[in-house]
């Protein structure tokens, strides 16, 4: 049995437990993680039908065969041509299933078309999200993602480190043209696409969390948020370090700095199993409230990452879960002051049987290298 399969009958056993029929995947990471079979959403009808007993079964474009039966160990496809109608076959697989009166858990990123046509071809059924059963799948990761995970981690640790050792060599480049630079890093160290948009936000825009990066040159003294990652083996790198590549920072910065940093190392002390994910958060969150900028921490302390390089477990106030080994996470607090500058420090932690792992260890310092 592949991983794959594994994952799928696992999941079987959990929609019976939710008291639903079926889950319909669309493609997405839920899709890959349960087939084997990666795509990109389009604009064909593409779903994979996981009933709570029973084979699952691909309604697929044509074009599509070869792919999935490379990719998939799911040996049951039903294709259809461009000019026939797709729901037509999905139709005649929820009759052959049994799901026309059924409770359907959805892909909860399918596009609103695709579960309109459900809707449509399917009214006497009720629908539900597939997140009630994979997120409890997916949130404690096995020891194949984990050795993914780590080296996704290794590859952003030296992306790091090689582009902190451009000290003056960075000033007078552009945000932009410093993103690149960190591309080029990670292709080279061995990653694959980007986790996300390379964040590097120079001076007064490094006060913006989620900025990405634009036409300002990065100048002496300016202190410098940059955050990135990609893909390894399907799993995504995600680090955050504030520096500074030549010159001096402003008065407030080192103290800021040396705040953040407390606060993520408390954050990472205080996870390990048994303890609510919101722990965590408030671990970080205190340390920076009693410096006195409490108002200027405003997103939550981590989310989890595994396939997505969001997903569970949220790290922040509310969130009950406690955590388990497998679990994986960022630890991100950070202090932004609007017009000036911004730090935030994050690393990817592993839960372990008595702690945690950190996943990256890069220098933490704000100073070049």
Sequence with gaps: MTVFEDRTRRCQSRLADAGADAAVLFPSTNLFYASGFREEPGERHLFLFVPSDGDPVFVAPQMYDEQIGDASWVADRRLWDDGEDPMALVGAVADELDLRGGRLLVDDRMWALFTQDLRETLPDATFGLASEVFDDLRVRKDEAELAALRAAGAVADEASVAVRELGEDAIGM????????????????????????????????????????????????????????????????????????????????????????????????AAEPGVPAEAVDRAAREVIEEAGYGDRFTHRTGHGVGLDVHEEPYVVAGNETELEPGMVFSVEPGVYLPGEFGVRIEDLVAVTEDGCERLNDSPRTWKPL
């Design 174 to 269: 552009t945000e932009t043209e410093l993103a690149g630079e960190i591309e080029r890093l990670l292709a080279e160290r061995g990653g694959g696409d980007l986790s996300f948009g390379t964040v590097v936000g120079s001076g007064p825009n490094g006060a913006k969390p989620h900025y990405r990066h634009g036409d300002r040159e990065i100048e002496r003294g300016d202190p410098v948020v940059l955050d990135f990652g990609a893909y390894v083996d399907d799993y995504p790198g995600d680090q955050t370090r504030t520096v500074v590549f030549a010159g001096d920072p402003p008065e407030e910065f080192e103290r800021v700095h040396e705040v953040v940093r407390e606060a993520q190392q408390a954050g990472v002390e």
